[in-house]
């Protein structure tokens, strides 16, 4: 199973482990297929990895209809998901459960990542928090 690194302003970290925002949202989508795990990177100014999270799907259609499927749990607001997407004629949702967050938030070089991602990052599986 792969894992995912994705750098995450710090309120919709709060909002996933608040269990408010269940899914994550990016305009493309990763490479791999067997993607399981998305590890949580908290954006300036905490800039620690903070927790995680098991991935049960990734949605991929137009704007329109990824905001259909997961609205009830965005934790976001429909101006801000289209502001997003504008121009783009596809949204990824990444459907999360099993959120975990970590006593001791780790440093990226902890988990072998040497420059602040701008975006995606695929981590070697091991213990992470």
């Known amino acids: 199973m792969q894992q995912i690194l994705l750098p995450i302003n710090p309120k919709h ?5 608040q269990g408010i925002k269940r899914y994550e949202f990016r ?4 490479r791999q297929s067997n993607v399981g795990k998305l590890i949580m990177y908290a954006t300036s100014p905490i800039m620690r990895v903070v927790g995680e999270a098991v991935i049960d799907e990734i949605i991929v259609d137009e704007p329109a209809k990824v905001w259909e499927q997961t609205q009830d749990f965005a934790g976001i607001n429909e101006e801000f998901f289209y502001s997003y997407f504008e121009g783009k ?29 701008q975006s995606l990052v695929y981590v070697k599986a091991k213990r992470t928090g």
């Open 13 to 17: 970290i709060n909002n996933i482990f």
């Open 27 to 30: 305009k493309t989508r990763c």
């Open 89 to 117: 004629g596809q949204a990824v949702a990444y459907k999360l459960s099993k959120v975990v967050k970590y006593e001791n938030p780790l440093t990226l070089s902890d988990i072998g990542i040497n420059f602040i991602p």
